[in-house]
Protein backbone atom coordinates (compact mmCIF):
# COMPACT_ATOMS: atom_id res chain seq x y z
CA UNK A 1 0.00 0.00 0.00
CA UNK A 2 0.97 3.69 -0.03
CA UNK A 3 3.93 4.75 2.16
CA UNK A 4 6.76 2.75 3.70
CA UNK A 5 6.28 -0.60 5.19
CA UNK A 6 8.56 -3.24 5.94
CA UNK A 7 6.26 -5.94 5.07
CA UNK A 8 5.66 -4.68 1.68
CA UNK A 9 6.50 -6.43 -1.68
CA UNK A 10 6.77 -3.27 -3.51
CA UNK A 11 10.31 -1.26 -2.87
CA UNK A 12 11.45 1.40 -5.50
CA UNK A 13 14.09 3.75 -5.75
CA UNK A 14 12.84 7.51 -4.32
CA UNK A 15 13.24 8.19 -8.22
CA UNK A 16 10.52 5.03 -8.64
CA UNK A 17 8.25 6.76 -6.16
CA UNK A 18 8.50 10.54 -8.12
CA UNK A 19 7.54 8.97 -11.27
CA UNK A 20 4.49 6.82 -9.90
CA UNK A 21 3.88 9.96 -8.60
CA UNK A 22 3.57 11.73 -11.67
CA UNK A 23 1.78 9.68 -13.96
CA UNK A 24 -0.96 8.96 -11.02
CA UNK A 25 -0.94 12.57 -10.68
CA UNK A 26 -1.39 12.85 -14.37
CA UNK A 27 -4.38 10.55 -14.99
CA UNK A 28 -6.12 11.68 -11.84
CA UNK A 29 -6.41 14.91 -13.49
CA UNK A 30 -7.33 14.12 -17.35
CA UNK A 31 -10.51 12.33 -15.60
CA UNK A 32 -11.94 15.11 -13.00
CA UNK A 33 -10.69 17.98 -15.01
CA UNK A 34 -14.23 18.68 -15.96
CA UNK A 35 -15.80 18.17 -12.13
CA UNK A 36 -12.71 21.04 -11.46
CA UNK A 37 -14.11 23.63 -13.66
CA UNK A 38 -17.51 23.48 -11.93
CA UNK A 39 -16.03 23.67 -8.69
CA UNK A 40 -13.99 26.37 -9.27
CA UNK A 41 -16.85 28.39 -11.32
CA UNK A 42 -19.23 27.64 -8.49
CA UNK A 43 -16.47 28.49 -5.43
CA UNK A 44 -15.89 31.77 -6.99
CA UNK A 45 -19.52 32.80 -7.52
CA UNK A 46 -20.28 35.99 -5.05
CA UNK A 47 -24.22 35.49 -5.96
CA UNK A 48 -26.10 32.37 -4.38
CA UNK A 49 -26.02 29.07 -5.79
CA UNK A 50 -29.76 28.98 -5.77
CA UNK A 51 -32.68 28.46 -9.03
CA UNK A 52 -34.78 31.21 -7.52
CA UNK A 53 -31.78 33.14 -7.88
CA UNK A 54 -30.55 35.56 -10.95
CA UNK A 55 -27.09 33.89 -10.26
CA UNK A 56 -25.42 32.68 -13.36
CA UNK A 57 -24.71 29.54 -12.06
CA UNK A 58 -27.73 27.82 -9.81
CA UNK A 59 -26.77 23.94 -10.00
CA UNK A 60 -24.44 21.72 -11.82
CA UNK A 61 -27.01 20.69 -14.40
CA UNK A 62 -27.63 24.10 -15.45
CA UNK A 63 -24.26 24.71 -15.09
CA UNK A 64 -23.21 22.28 -17.36
CA UNK A 65 -25.55 23.36 -20.18
CA UNK A 66 -24.62 26.96 -19.26
CA UNK A 67 -20.97 26.40 -19.62
CA UNK A 68 -21.03 24.27 -22.90
CA UNK A 69 -23.58 26.45 -24.78
CA UNK A 70 -21.70 29.91 -23.99
CA UNK A 71 -17.81 28.15 -24.14
CA UNK A 72 -18.49 25.24 -26.04
CA UNK A 73 -16.98 21.01 -25.08
CA UNK A 74 -13.13 22.72 -24.67
CA UNK A 75 -14.30 25.13 -21.82
CA UNK A 76 -14.09 21.86 -19.10
CA UNK A 77 -10.57 21.74 -20.40
CA UNK A 78 -9.97 25.23 -19.82
CA UNK A 79 -6.45 25.46 -17.83
CA UNK A 80 -5.32 22.22 -18.37
CA UNK A 81 -2.26 22.03 -19.23
CA UNK A 82 -1.16 24.50 -15.97
CA UNK A 83 -3.64 21.47 -13.86
CA UNK A 84 -1.57 18.63 -15.49
CA UNK A 85 1.51 20.37 -14.60
CA UNK A 86 0.26 21.24 -11.22
CA UNK A 87 -0.71 17.56 -10.87
CA UNK A 88 2.15 16.15 -12.21
CA UNK A 89 4.42 18.33 -10.19
CA UNK A 90 2.61 17.82 -7.02
CA UNK A 91 2.38 14.17 -7.26
CA UNK A 92 6.18 13.77 -7.53
CA UNK A 93 6.80 15.90 -4.47
CA UNK A 94 3.82 14.91 -2.61
CA UNK A 95 4.53 11.07 -3.11
CA UNK A 96 8.05 11.32 -3.11
CA UNK A 97 7.92 12.80 0.43
CA UNK A 98 5.50 10.93 1.86
CA UNK A 99 7.17 7.52 1.11
CA UNK A 100 10.60 9.21 2.80
CA UNK A 101 8.77 10.81 5.49
CA UNK A 102 7.01 6.94 6.48
CA UNK A 103 10.47 5.52 5.80
CA UNK A 104 11.82 8.09 8.50
CA UNK A 105 9.10 6.97 10.90
CA UNK A 106 9.79 3.03 10.58
CA UNK A 107 13.30 3.75 11.20
CA UNK A 108 12.97 6.16 14.42
CA UNK A 109 10.05 5.19 16.14
CA UNK A 110 8.68 1.92 17.53
CA UNK A 111 7.11 -1.09 14.52
CA UNK A 112 3.73 -0.30 16.22
CA UNK A 113 3.55 3.50 14.76
CA UNK A 114 4.32 1.40 11.32
CA UNK A 115 1.76 -1.08 11.82
CA UNK A 116 -1.06 -0.74 14.65
CA UNK A 117 -0.69 3.03 14.55
CA UNK A 118 -0.25 3.48 10.92
CA UNK A 119 -3.39 5.12 10.06
CA UNK A 120 -2.19 7.97 12.76
CA UNK A 121 1.16 8.14 11.49
CA UNK A 122 0.19 8.28 7.99
CA UNK A 123 -1.81 11.10 8.85
CA UNK A 124 1.39 12.91 10.05
CA UNK A 125 3.31 12.15 7.19
CA UNK A 126 0.17 13.14 4.83
CA UNK A 127 -0.22 16.46 6.36
CA UNK A 128 3.83 17.69 6.12
CA UNK A 129 3.94 15.89 2.62
CA UNK A 130 1.15 18.00 1.63
CA UNK A 131 2.54 21.21 2.64
CA UNK A 132 6.27 20.48 1.12
CA UNK A 133 3.86 19.76 -2.39
CA UNK A 134 1.73 22.82 -2.23
CA UNK A 135 5.01 24.99 -1.48
CA UNK A 136 6.02 23.53 -5.18
CA UNK A 137 3.40 23.54 -7.08
CA UNK A 138 1.45 26.97 -5.59
CA UNK A 139 2.04 28.99 -8.65
CA UNK A 140 1.38 26.84 -10.90
CA UNK A 141 -2.52 26.47 -9.07
CA UNK A 142 -2.59 29.99 -9.43
CA UNK A 143 -2.52 29.96 -13.14
CA UNK A 144 -4.53 26.90 -13.16
CA UNK A 145 -7.54 28.79 -11.11
CA UNK A 146 -7.19 32.01 -13.37
CA UNK A 147 -7.20 29.93 -16.56
CA UNK A 148 -10.73 28.28 -15.21
CA UNK A 149 -12.05 31.42 -13.87
CA UNK A 150 -11.87 33.76 -17.30
CA UNK A 151 -14.61 33.44 -19.48
CA UNK A 152 -14.43 34.74 -23.34
CA UNK A 153 -12.36 37.31 -22.50
CA UNK A 154 -9.30 36.36 -22.48
CA UNK A 155 -6.45 37.84 -20.46
CA UNK A 156 -4.32 35.34 -20.35
CA UNK A 157 -3.10 33.34 -23.84
CA UNK A 158 -0.85 31.26 -22.65
CA UNK A 159 0.39 29.92 -19.15
CA UNK A 160 4.28 31.48 -20.04
CA UNK A 161 2.45 34.63 -20.82
CA UNK A 162 0.11 34.34 -17.50
CA UNK A 163 3.34 33.74 -15.83
CA UNK A 164 4.88 37.35 -17.48
CA UNK A 165 1.89 38.95 -16.83
CA UNK A 166 1.38 37.95 -12.94
CA UNK A 167 4.67 38.72 -12.02
CA UNK A 168 4.98 41.76 -13.97
CA UNK A 169 1.96 43.41 -12.99
CA UNK A 170 1.74 42.02 -9.25
CA UNK A 171 5.26 40.90 -8.27
CA UNK A 172 6.51 37.00 -7.52
CA UNK A 173 4.45 37.44 -4.66
CA UNK A 174 1.39 37.24 -7.18
CA UNK A 175 2.10 33.75 -7.56
CA UNK A 176 1.92 32.70 -4.48
CA UNK A 177 -1.63 34.59 -3.44
CA UNK A 178 -4.24 32.05 -1.59
CA UNK A 179 -0.81 30.56 0.31
CA UNK A 180 -2.10 30.71 4.08
CA UNK A 181 -5.49 29.22 3.21
CA UNK A 182 -3.77 26.49 0.73
CA UNK A 183 -1.25 25.87 3.57
CA UNK A 184 -4.10 25.84 6.30
CA UNK A 185 -6.39 23.73 3.57
CA UNK A 186 -3.43 21.33 2.05
CA UNK A 187 -1.92 19.92 5.25
CA UNK A 188 -4.86 18.68 7.01
CA UNK A 189 -6.49 17.51 4.14
CA UNK A 190 -3.88 14.95 2.81
CA UNK A 191 -3.07 14.15 6.51
CA UNK A 192 -6.58 13.38 6.65
CA UNK A 193 -6.26 11.51 3.06
CA UNK A 194 -3.47 9.48 3.76
CA UNK A 195 -4.69 8.90 7.29
CA UNK A 196 -8.39 7.36 6.28
CA UNK A 197 -6.80 5.19 3.33
CA UNK A 198 -4.89 3.86 5.95
CA UNK A 199 -7.42 3.23 8.15
CA UNK A 200 -9.99 1.80 5.55
CA UNK A 201 -7.18 -0.85 3.97
CA UNK A 202 -6.80 -2.05 7.70
CA UNK A 203 -11.03 -2.59 7.72
CA UNK A 204 -10.78 -4.06 4.40
CA UNK A 205 -7.80 -6.27 5.18
CA UNK A 206 -9.92 -7.67 8.33
CA UNK A 207 -13.38 -7.79 6.25
CA UNK A 208 -11.92 -9.45 3.13
CA UNK A 209 -8.72 -11.48 5.08
CA UNK A 210 -6.36 -9.50 2.99
CA UNK A 211 -2.67 -10.40 3.51
CA UNK A 212 -0.93 -7.99 5.58
CA UNK A 213 1.15 -5.56 3.73
CA UNK A 214 0.55 -6.57 0.13
CA UNK A 215 0.00 -4.16 -2.41
CA UNK A 216 -3.96 -3.36 -2.59
CA UNK A 217 -5.80 -4.66 -5.50
CA UNK A 218 -7.50 -1.99 -7.87
CA UNK A 219 -10.81 -2.70 -6.15
CA UNK A 220 -9.27 -1.81 -2.29
CA UNK A 221 -7.61 1.12 -3.35
CA UNK A 222 -10.81 2.38 -5.85
CA UNK A 223 -13.09 2.27 -3.19
CA UNK A 224 -10.74 2.57 -0.22
CA UNK A 225 -9.12 5.79 -1.70
CA UNK A 226 -12.48 7.27 -3.24
CA UNK A 227 -13.56 7.39 0.47
CA UNK A 228 -10.91 9.01 1.89
CA UNK A 229 -11.04 11.52 -0.49
CA UNK A 230 -14.69 12.76 0.29
CA UNK A 231 -14.29 12.10 3.66
CA UNK A 232 -11.61 14.51 3.85
CA UNK A 233 -12.68 16.70 1.56
CA UNK A 234 -16.15 17.25 3.84
CA UNK A 235 -13.88 17.91 6.59
CA UNK A 236 -11.59 20.75 4.78
CA UNK A 237 -13.65 22.27 2.38
CA UNK A 238 -14.32 25.92 3.59
CA UNK A 239 -10.47 26.57 3.07
CA UNK A 240 -10.62 25.33 -0.61
CA UNK A 241 -12.94 27.99 -1.35
CA UNK A 242 -11.17 30.82 0.61
CA UNK A 243 -8.25 29.68 -1.56
CA UNK A 244 -9.56 29.94 -4.45
CA UNK A 245 -10.99 33.54 -3.70
CA UNK A 246 -7.78 35.22 -2.97
CA UNK A 247 -6.13 33.73 -5.79
CA UNK A 248 -8.21 35.69 -8.28
CA UNK A 249 -7.48 38.81 -6.28
CA UNK A 250 -6.72 41.31 -9.62
CA UNK A 251 -8.21 39.24 -11.64
CA UNK A 252 -11.34 40.82 -11.56
CA UNK A 253 -11.25 42.06 -15.65
CA UNK A 254 -11.35 38.78 -16.67
CA UNK A 255 -14.26 37.36 -14.22
CA UNK A 256 -16.91 40.51 -15.39
CA UNK A 257 -19.04 38.47 -17.59
CA UNK A 258 -19.58 36.01 -14.68
CA UNK A 259 -21.49 38.54 -12.05
CA UNK A 260 -20.51 40.59 -8.85
CA UNK A 261 -16.73 40.45 -7.88
CA UNK A 262 -15.30 41.53 -4.13
CA UNK A 263 -11.76 42.54 -3.11
CA UNK A 264 -10.50 40.66 -0.58
CA UNK A 265 -7.39 42.24 1.59
CA UNK A 266 -6.48 39.13 3.13
CA UNK A 267 -7.31 36.09 4.31
CA UNK A 268 -9.14 37.37 7.66
CA UNK A 269 -10.91 40.08 5.65
CA UNK A 270 -11.51 36.72 2.82
CA UNK A 271 -13.55 35.24 5.52
CA UNK A 272 -15.34 38.10 7.28
CA UNK A 273 -16.82 39.17 4.33
CA UNK A 274 -18.29 36.10 3.09
CA UNK A 275 -19.57 35.33 6.22
CA UNK A 276 -21.01 38.55 6.02
CA UNK A 277 -22.37 38.52 2.60
CA UNK A 278 -23.24 35.30 1.87
CA UNK A 279 -23.52 33.23 5.18
CA UNK A 280 -22.03 29.45 6.25
CA UNK A 281 -23.30 28.25 2.73
CA UNK A 282 -20.77 30.28 0.95
CA UNK A 283 -18.30 28.42 2.48
CA UNK A 284 -19.68 25.64 1.01
CA UNK A 285 -20.53 26.73 -2.50
CA UNK A 286 -19.43 24.19 -5.12
CA UNK A 287 -19.67 21.20 -3.16
CA UNK A 288 -21.27 18.86 -4.92
CA UNK A 289 -18.82 18.89 -7.95
CA UNK A 290 -15.82 19.02 -5.39
CA UNK A 291 -17.08 15.87 -3.46
CA UNK A 292 -17.68 13.95 -6.75
CA UNK A 293 -14.12 15.34 -7.62
CA UNK A 294 -12.58 14.42 -5.05
CA UNK A 295 -13.96 10.89 -4.83
CA UNK A 296 -12.70 10.15 -8.51
CA UNK A 297 -9.29 11.94 -8.06
CA UNK A 298 -8.38 10.02 -5.10
CA UNK A 299 -9.82 6.75 -5.37
CA UNK A 300 -7.86 7.06 -9.51
CA UNK A 301 -5.12 8.66 -8.06
CA UNK A 302 -4.67 6.09 -5.17
CA UNK A 303 -5.05 3.52 -7.03
CA UNK A 304 -2.70 4.12 -10.14
CA UNK A 305 -0.03 4.80 -7.77
CA UNK A 306 -0.38 1.40 -6.15
CA UNK A 307 -0.68 -0.14 -9.32
CA UNK A 308 1.92 1.72 -11.33
CA UNK A 309 4.50 1.04 -8.18
CA UNK A 310 4.00 -2.45 -9.14
CA UNK A 311 4.25 -2.30 -12.82
CA UNK A 312 7.82 -0.77 -11.74
CA UNK A 313 8.93 -3.32 -9.45
CA UNK A 314 8.52 -6.03 -12.49
CA UNK A 315 10.09 -3.87 -15.20
CA UNK A 316 12.93 -1.74 -13.55
Not at 5 to 17: A, Q, V
Not at 119 to 147: K, Y
Not at 219 to 227: D, E, T
Request: net charge positive.
Amino acid sequence: MVGYNPKREIKLSHTGYAVAGAISGAVSRAVSQPLDVLKIRFQLQVEPISSKSSSKYSGIRQAFKTILKEEGIKAFWKGHIPAQILSVTYGIAQYASFELLTLLTWRHLPEKFTNEYRPITHTICGALAGCIATGFSLPIDVMRTRFVAQGNNKIYKSLALGLYSITKTEGYRGLYKGFTPAIVQIGPQMGLQFGFYALFVQIWDKTFSHIEGDLPGIAQSLICGSGAGVVSKIIIYPLDVLKKRLQIQGFEEGRRDFGVTREYSNFRHCCITMATEEGLRGFYKGLSPSLLKAAVVAGTNLCAYDQICKLFQHIL
